[in-house]
C-alpha cells in the first residue's frame, strides 16, 4: 500500500507541474489548436503507461525492501518526468515548425496576391493595402450588383415583354428588346458594364417566357462593342461581341461570333483574330497575332469553319520569299509567291 501511495503522490505531483507548465506555455505563446493537445495528451498518456508497466514489472520481480523499491521507484519517476518533458520539448518544437511553415507559404501566397506584373516591363509592383482593400471591396460590390442587375433588367422586360420593341439606358444597364435578329422572333438584349466587367445576355421570347440563348463576357477595359450582322451569308442576323485585350504587341482585335438559327438559338462561340468578314464569298480573310504572324482566309461550312490557307512573309520564311502553306506550320512546305494576293489588301489590318 506504502508503494501504491507513494507513486500516486508522485505522480499527482507531476501533473500539476505539467498542467501548471502547459498554461504557462500556452499563455506565453498564442493560442494553440485543440488537434495539437489532443495528439500531445495521446503521446503523453502511451508514454506514461509504457513507463509504469516497466516500473511494476521491476518492483514486482524485486526481493528488496520496501525502502530501497521506494528509492528506486522515485528514481524511476524522476527519469519519467524527464522523458515526458522531453517529449513535451519535441512535440512543441514539431508544432512551431508546423507553424511556421504554414505562416511561410502563406505570407507567399499573400504576397503572390498583393504584387502584380506591370504589362510592359513585367516588373513587380507592390499594392498598397489601401489598395487592396478597394480592389476587395469593388469585387464584391461589383458581383452583388451584376446580378441585382440582371433580375432587374428581366424584371423590367416581363413587364414589357407585349411590346412590340422597347430600349432602356442607364450608366450600367442596357436593355434592348424586340425584333433585332428576326421578323418572326422578339430577343431581349441585356448588357451590364461594371468596373468588374461586362455581360452581354441574349434571350429569345419562347411560349411568353424568357430563354438564354447566348452569353459573353469580358473586362470593362477590354470591351470594344457588339454588332449584329450576317458573317456566313446564310441570310440570318448574327451576333458579333467585339473585345481588345489590355495589352500585346500587335494588332489583335477579337470578334466572338454567334451564328442564328432558324429557331432562333444561337450557336456555340467562334472566335476570330483581326478578321474581315465577306458574308456574300462565305469567306473570312484576317491575320494572325504576333510580329510577322502569317495571313488567314477561312471558308464558312454551314455553322463550322474550313481552313483554305495561309500566307506568310519573307522573315518568317527559309525562302525568304511570300509563301502559300495549307496549315499554319512554318515547316510545312508550300507554294512560293512573288507578292501577297490582291485579296488580303483590303483586309484592314497593316502588313
Known amino acids: 500500500m506504502a508503494i501504491k501511495t507513494t507513486a500516486n503522490k508522485g505522480l499527482a505531483q507531476w501533473r500539476v507541474k505539467a498542467k501548471f507548465w502547459s498554461f504557462g ?58 522523458i515526458l518533458l522531453l517529449i513535451v520539448l519535441t512535440a512543441c518544437n514539431s508544432e512551431y515548425k508546423e507553424s511556421s511553415n504554414s505562416k511561410t507559404i502563406d505570407s507567399k501566397t499573400k504576397k503572390e496576391l498583393d504584387e502584380e506584373k506591370l504589362p510592359w516591363t513585367g516588373e513587380l509592383y507592390k499594392k498598397s493595402s489601401k489598395q487592396i482593400e478597394e480592389e476587395r471591396k ?18 423590367i422586360a416581363n413587364k414589357k415583354k407585349d411590346k412590340n420593341n422597347f430600349t432602356l439606358q442607364s450608366d450600367s444597364l442596357n436593355i434592348r428588346y424586340g425584333h433585332f435578329f428576326s421578323s418572326s422572333q422578339k430577343h431581349l438584349i441585356i448588357n451590364r458594364s461594371f468596373p468588374l466587367g461586362v455581360q452581354s445576355d441574349i434571350y429569345k421570347l419562347q411560349n411568353n417566357e424568357f430563354v438564354k440563348v447566348c452569353s459573353k463576357s469580358t473586362s470593362a477595359m477590354a470591351y470594344v462593342d457588339d454588332t449584329i450582322q450576317d458573317v456566313n451569308g446564310d441570310n440570318l442576323l448574327d451576333y458579333l461581341f467585339h473585345w481588345y485585350p489590355e495589352s500585346g504587341c500587335c494588332d489583335r482585335d477579337i470578334y466572338v461570333v454567334f451564328l442564328q438559327k432558324s429557331n432562333g438559338d444561337f450557336s456555340n462561340e467562334i472566335e476570330f483574330i483581326n478578321p474581315n468578314f465577306s458574308a456574300k ?12 504572324a502569317p495571313l488567314y482566309k477561312f471558308k464558312w461550312n454551314g455553322q463550322k469553319v474550313d481552313t483554305v490557307e495561309f500566307i506568310y512573309f519573307p522573315h518568317s520564311t527559309k525562302e525568304g520569299k511570300y509563301v502559300k502553306r495549307k496549315h499554319e506550320s ?20 497593316g502588313y
Open 25 to 82: 506555455f500556452l499563455f506565453r505563446k498564442k493560442p494553440i489548436i485543440l488537434t495539437f493537445f489532443l495528439n500531445l495528451f495521446n503521446k503523453l498518456a502511451f508514454a506514461y503507461r509504457v513507463v509504469k508497466l516497466k516500473l511494476f514489472a521491476s518492483i514486482s520481480a524485486t526481493d528488496a525492501k520496501p525502502q530501497n523499491v521506494i528509492v528506486k521507484q522515485m528514481t524511476n519517476m524522476r527519469k519519467l518526468k524527464t
Open 138 to 155: 469593388i469585387a464584391i460590390s461589383d458581383s452583388i450588383n451584376f446580378d441585382q442587375t440582371l433580375r432587374l433588367g428581366l424584371r
Open 281 to 292: 464569298e462565305k469567306i473570312i480573310r484576317g491575320r494572325r497575332y504576333g510580329y510577322d
Open 330 to 349: 512554318e515547316s510545312e512546305k508550300g507554294e512560293v509567291l512573288k507578292k501577297i494576293p490582291d485579296e488580303y489588301k483590303r483586309i484592314g489590318y
